[in-house]
Structure formats: C-alpha cells, structure tokens
DNA sequence: ACAATAGTGTCTATCAGACAATATCCT
DNA sequence: AGGATATTGTCTGATAGACACTATTGT
C-alpha cells in the first residue's frame, strides 16, 4: 500500500529533520497586563530553564493538534485556537539533532488557565520578552523570538477588531473592551478615539451596567462579522 | 556524540513526518504582469500536473537553501531571497506518505529567469491563479493556495515601499516604478496619488531621462532606509 | 451637592483621491 | 506649432487625535 520509488523506498526511508511545535500561549491577567504561559523544563535535555510548551509532531497529527497536545501536556492546558507564526530552521538550534519547530500562538481568556500547571509571566510592552523571576539568562532554545512574534501577532489582531478572540464575555461596556485592548497593545488609547473606533463594529444591547460609580455605561456586544 | 533519550535512542529514531519546501517564484513580465514560474511535474508521483518547483528538506540544509535548490534542480534558476509563507500539513496533501510543506514566496527581475526550463504563467489579478494554457484542472498537491498566498504576500510588499524587491534598477522613472507596481497590486494608480505618496521614499539623482517622446522625467533612486 | 464615569460636539492636522492647469521636452 | 508626457496646485472627503463640554448615575 505504501509508495516506493523506483529504488523501492519509502519517504520514510530517507532520513529526514525531525519537527516540533512551541506555543506562545498569552492571556491578560486581572491587572491588566499581557502574560505567556511558561513551564520550568523537566525534560532530559534543557533541564530547569524557562521554555514554551513544546513537543515533537506525531506521524499522524496535524500541526494545530500537536500543538493543543503540548499546551495538555506540559502545562495541563487545552489551548483553543492556535495559528502558525513561522518555522524555526537554524541548523544548530537543537543539539539533541536536526529539529526545526513551527512556532504557534494562542490567546485565551484567563479563565482558561486555572488548573495550569504552567506559570503565567508578565510581559514587559517594550521589549515584548517575559518578565523573569530569576536573574538566569532568558528563555532556552529560541523562545524569545517565537514570544516577541507571538505579541506582535496579537497586537495586529487587536488594533483594528473589538476583542477577536474572546478575551472577555458576550456583553461588555466600552471601558472593558479599552481595559483588554489596552494590555494587548501595552499603551494607553483616548476614550473617545476608542469609542469611535470600535462602534462600527459593535451592537448595542439595549441594557446598562450595574452596581457601578459614576453614569452606568451601555453594554455592547460584537457585531456579527459581514463578510 | 549523538544525543540519546533515556531508552537509548536518537531523535531520528522515531517515525515523524517529512518535510518538504514549495516555491512559488513570481516576476513581472514584459508587458506588465505578474506571473509565476511553474514546471510539468515528470516525477514518479503526479505526472504531468503543473506544480510549484519543490524538494525535500535534507538533514543539513536550512529551508531557505532547500527553496534555493528546488528552484536550481526543477526549473533551472537561483531564486533571489525566498520567504516562508507557512506550512501546508493536512495529513492527506500526498498520497505518497506523510509530507509537511513550507510554503515559500520569491519575487525576482525577469532578467533572472532567461535559462529556465520552468513555464512562467501570468497571474490573474481577480482570482490570483495562474492562467494555465490547457484546462486540465489546476495546479497540484494545495498549490493553488500558496500561489494565493504568495501573490498576497507580494502586493502586501509593494503596497507600501518603493519597489522592494529591486526589480527594476536602482535609477528609474516615476512611471516605470508605477508600471510595476500597478502590476504587482493587479490594479491602476493615479499618477499623482502614486508620486505623491512614493517620493518620501525617494531620492533624486538630478539626471533626466532620454529619448524618450514627451516631457523627460526625473530620474529617482530608493532613499537608503533610515532605521 | 458632589464625585465619578459615560457620551458627544467640535476643532485640527493629515492623507488619499481626483481633476485640471502648467511645464518642458521631441518631432 | 503641436503632440506627448511630467509635474504641481488645489479641492474634497474621510479619519485620527485631542480637548472640553454635557449627561447620568450613586453617595
């Protein structure tokens, strides 16, 4: 059943690099701020530095699937949607062999995260990189720029669309949707400029908030997209 | 000197999948359009299908020099800087086993391509398919959606940025970088809209252009990007 | 009444797009 | 001179950003 060249070998014949996926996974925390979700390396190689959840791909899983079984297994997490940033191919980037890995992201709603065993890190808004809590020389592997990919990648999703991936519920106030874009983006955004900005894609639901100081604010819901 | 698990064994020891690259060479022809480099596979395996010049990733190569070779070995070219897109892994894209493909997207001056035995196709700016001489069904494997892909890329290039990609000279009239980038995008410019928003990145070389009929433009040269 | 937050009016600067006038060459 | 192309002036409409005023609640 199998194909075979003319020579009668299989592809699998062929030695062949090996592939893994890493995945940013980011969330915003209750302060506000942009955080990935890191894990300490108990693994026979890299051993106690600060790493992506990552795994090698299976011969019969897809890339998204291999990355969703990473995010259960080393931080007891299931993801929910995570999308290719780019492969990692330098020829020396593993020296357990040749491994090239498909670098993912995914960005979920902090509710998700709370059986982890994972630990969630800030993210500093300049420099895009995790806020360590020790002082032992960053990420292993080639994490730092698969995160800084990762941020950028949120950030784009979030400069235009109100909240594309459902960082907060159904219904919100204007301010709620400004509190999370504003820890995507990591800088602050006019009230009225945001206002502006972000109704052509809403709908309003016709109640108030409650139980809150000040004028109660109008709750909005995401206008189904037109295509 | 190999890495070894606890078991004993090499990364290479467990199945995984193979990878592979795809190129979608595109240039801009004479009389403005764009095309892709495409070749009648003669392989062992879909026969007689167009299809993106593409190889398998051998242990020592990187991506990038794997696209390189592809494009020597199949269509007889050295491309220029080729990109990745992303990576196509369905688990049934071939038939022949389990192939992962990273997309890759090249952009050179027509000029590179004069040896070639590949068939260079125009692209139709709608649909961003190539236009295929026979209607035997379109392109092989997903091909079809890196070409997309790969035009995507291209347009998002010259949407912004005076001719990138170099692929006419470093001294040039406003009319002939127009001429090229109204073939990239697929659609007109203003002239006036166009000047105006390409000479901030523009630097004059003082000289006029020659015998030409009418008013002789100015020549212009890309203004060194300032970081 | 006052604090606090929501919502809106309006001004400015910038920019793309379009039209058309003017400038400068070749034959 | 007349055709052809290059270059620029100017108008319009859309939009982001900023400031400040008005509106509506709870205490």
Do not use: C, N
């Not at 065993?117 to 994490?143: A, K, N, V, W």
């Not at 900005?197 to 819901?221: C, W």
Request: without cysteine.
């Amino acid at each position: 059943m199998t194909w075979r060249d003319p020579s009668g070998r299989t592809l699998a014949d062929y030695p062949h690099p090996s592939i893994a996926v890493d995945v940013a996974l980011l969330t915003v925390t209750q302060d506000g701020r942009l955080a990935v979700l890191l894990h300490e390396r108990d693994e026979h190689y890299e051993a106690g530095r600060w790493a992506l959840p990552g795994t090698f791909v299976r011969m019969d899983e897809t890339l998204r699937d291999a990355a969703l079984r990473a995010l259960r297994e080393k931080v007891g997490e299931t993801g929910q949607e995570p999308r290719q940033l780019r492969v990692f191919d330098a020829l020396d980037r593993d020296d357990r062999g040749r491994v090239m890995s498909v670098a993912h992201v995914d960005l979920v709603p902090p509710g998700r995260l709370e059986g982890t065993t994972g630990t969630l890190l800030p993210i500093d808004p300049e420099t895009r990189q995790p806020i360590l809590p020790d002082r032992q020389g960053g990420l292993g592997f080639d994490h730092d720029q698969i995160v800084e990919a990762a941020v950028e990648w949120a950030r784009d999703a979030y400069q235009e669309r109100p909240d594309p991936r459902h960082l907060i519920g159904e219904e919100f106030t204007l301010l709620e949707l400004q509190r999370v874009h504003e820890a995507v983006l990591g800088r602050p955004w006019q009230k009225d400029t945001f206002r502006r900005h972000m109704v052509q894609y809403l709908d309003e639901t016709g109640d108030l908030s409650r139980g809150t100081v000040g004028k109660p604010a109008r709750l909005f819901r995401r206008r189904p997209q037109q295509i």
